[in-house]
């Protein structure tokens, strides 16, 4: 299965079971099984995930947080 998000702002961390990130609208996470990240560009907002997706989860819209880490080393 592939998944393709956008308005992606940040990735805070990913594993084969679960993807943190955030958005435009807030926090999300990907749950699931053999989870792979093919593409991400926070220039453009697009991430896309590989493998099997059992959940997504919203978070609140007011925690979303500056850029980090992860979104500097990936530009």
Do not use: W
């Amino acid at each position: 299965m592939s998944l393709s998000i956008s308005g992606v702002t940040d990735a805070d961390s990913f594993d084969e079971q679960r993807i943190q990130l955030y958005t435009e609208c807030g926090e999300m996470a990907v749950l699931g099984e053999g989870l792979h990240v093919n593409e991400m560009n926070v220039d453009t907002g697009r991430l896309t995930v590989e493998g099997t997706v059992t959940a997504i989860i919203y978070g609140d819209r007011a925690r979303r947080r500056k850029p980090g880490f992860l979104t500097k080393l990936l530009r």
